[in-house]
Every structure is written in C-alpha cells, then in structure tokens.
Nanobody
Framework: QVQLAESGGGSVQAGGSLRLSCAAS????????MQWFRQAPGKERELVAA????????YYRDSVKGRFTISRDNAKNTWYLQMNSLEPEDTAVYYC??????????????WGQGTQVTVSS
C-alpha cells in the first residue's frame, strides 16, 4: 500500500524557516517524480516545487524561487522542502505527491495527507 507521510509543518513568524519532509512507503521513490503542493483557504491547490529522481531537474513556482529548496534522499525514500524567508502568503496546507511520468503535473499519482504551515506577520 502506497503511503506518503508529511511532517515538519507548524507556525512561524514571517522571515522564519521550516523544513517539510515526506516519507514514502509502498513504492520505490527513485522511480517517481516528487512534488510539493499547497492549498490556502479559499484557493485552489497549487504546485510549489518538483524534483526528478536524480535531483538535477527541479521546478519552482515564481513566488517561492530563491526562498524554497526541494531535495530528495532516494536511499531514505524521503524528500524535503526547505522553506526560508517565509511570508504570510505562504500560509497553507502543504501536500507532498509523487508521479510516475512527469515532473510538473496537477494530478500526481499519489498524495500525502497534508501538513499545516502558518506564517504570522
């Protein structure tokens, strides 16, 4: 059974940092592209960052470029989202995901359950 489990969310003041982790089980993450999405209240879920199996190809949405870094550890079946210089606009539920075929997608094969990130001003 495939499971993705996020951790690392929480509350932080603007300018602070958080590191999200996503641990995968039930499949070999090396075979998948990995993503992080987020959904703020009243807004659609949006792709934040993505990474291929080697880590050499990444995607970031414009609003997080230079502040967020996606990475992965295939040996641990885990990937990460380092979030620095957080802004109140980053407040959302963050979801990790995995897709077998593409780096950038709105409909990945698997989803985690989400972790709340709250940034106060």
């Amino acid at each position: 059974q495939v499971q993705l489990a996020e951790s690392g969310g929480g509350s932080v003041q603007a300018g602070g940092s958080l590191r999200l982790s996503c641990a995968a089980s039930g499949f070999t993450s090396r075979d998948y592209f990995m993503q992080w999405f987020r959904q703020a209240p009243g807004k659609e879920r949006e792709l934040v960052a993505a990474i291929n199996w080697s880590g050499r190809s990444t995607y970031y949405r414009d609003s997080v470029k230079g502040r967020f870094t996606i990475s992965r550890d295939n040996a641990k079946n885990t990937w990460y989202l380092q979030m620095n210089s957080l802004e109140p606009e980053d407040t959302a539920v963050y979801y990790c995901s995995a897709d077998r075929q593409v780096l950038v997608t709105t409909r990945p094969d698997y989803w985690g359950q989400g972790t709340q990130v709250t940034v106060s001003s």
